[in-house]
């Protein structure tokens, strides 16, 4: 009994010592901020920034055509990556169908200033309308795959008609709106901690937790575990470059903005209904073996838009890639990709 009490003091013990190691790890972090902007390596690379009307730094990158003339598609990426993953997935599509490409990392990410609780629709009023602006963008096409859909959504909802084409590609709802509809959320949706929750001393531990996943043993822990769930994309030796590449550039300016950006109402509060959205040509492809958005969530939304009148262009194949089904080499291929599907519709209609 004595040799039980002992390992339980020294178990005890342990843990305190954890737990002191990654509250006061999370609380340097977090009151160090984001590190400044290498401003030669972005123009190396050849990133732009633009500054919104409250001074926040807004990293993009265009490719494509261009001509002043052609159209433009906004892509939007999702957690854990920033604006040269969707860079690297459509600039060849945009280049052979003479279409204006723009990526936008998102708060947080790549050199982005974070914005702590910010919401969805904010993002379209703000980030998006500043590089709209920038880039003399009237109509454009936007995609977003994962927690970009949401980004994608609300510049649809926002812009309106100016919108005339719209890409989600393995989407998620708003936590209202699951319930209501009694569908499943994106997966860990139960578990994340709110922006106030955040900001508290004793939850400073998962700033140092997302600190070592993304930061000191990046990319191999997120890699891995997005190959745990799709075991397929370990053969795409070219995503899985794209991934790695996108998931260490991420965190250029530290971990910091991306472990704000995990918050329950920034991921899931999105201040807008999408069932609003007036687009007429929707591509919904969202695989039916992906484990990370549950593809009922696609299901649903081809249903529901197909009911309100729009051109939807549905697929929900199962290859084995499940998250990262439509981002594979494959659909990297302009016959293929989501940016010639968008176009199609659009020229149809």
């Known amino acids: ?57 807004i990293e993009y990158f265009t490719y494509g055509s261009k001509d002043t003339n052609a159209l433009v598609i906004i892509n939007i990426h999702g957690s854990g990556l920033d604006a040269t993953f969707e860079k690297l997935v459509h600039q060849n599509s945009c280049n052979e169908l003479n279409v204006k490409g723009i990526s936008i990392s998102l708060p947080g990410y790549g050199n982005t200033d974070v914005k702590i609780g910010r919401s969805v629709i904010e993002w379209a009023s703000e980030d998006l309308n500043t590089v709209l602006n920038l880039e003399n963008v ?138 609003k959205i007036e687009t007429k040509s929707i591509c919904i492809w969202h695989a039916s073996d992906d484990d990370l958005c549950p593809p009922e969530i696609g299901e649903w939304l081809s249903d529901y838009f197909k009911k309100k009148g729009a051109n939807v262009n549905f697929k929900n194949d199962n290859i084995g890639y499940g998250h990262m089904t439509y981002c594979n080499s494959y659909y990297q291929k302009t016959e293929n990709s989501l940016v010639k599907a968008l176009l199609d519709m659009h020229l149809k209609n």
């Open 138 to 275: 009237n109509e454009f096409m936007i995609t977003g795959h994962s927690q970009g859909n949401p980004h994608a959504m609300a510049a649809a909802f926002h812009f309106k008609e100016r919108c005339v084409g719209l890409g989600l590609n393995a989407p998620l709802l708003p936590g209202d709106l699951t319930n209501e509809i009694n569908i499943e959320g994106a997966l860990g949706y139960e578990q994340l901690k709110t922006t106030e929750e955040l900001k508290s001393p004793l939850n400073a531990w998962w700033f140092f937790t997302i600190y070592l996943a993304t930061d000191l043993f990046s990319p191999t822990v997120p890699l891995s575990a997005l190959i745990y769930t799709d075991e397929k994309v370990e053969e795409d030796t070219a995503l899985v470059e794209m991934v790695s590449y996108s998931i260490k550039r991420s965190v250029l300016r530290g971990s910091v903005g991306s472990t704000w950006e995990t918050a329950k109402d920034v991921c899931y509060d999105w201040n807008f209904d999408p069932r």
């Open 1 to 57: 009994m004595k040799r039980i009490l002992k390992i339980i003091k020294y178990l005890a013990i342990v843990l305190l010592i954890l737990f002191l190691v990654f509250t006061i790890g999370g609380l340097i972090i977090k009151n160090k901020g984001q590190n400044d902007i290498d401003r030669k390596a972005l123009l190396n690379e050849g990133g732009k920034l633009a500054l919104d009307q409250n001074g926040r730094k």
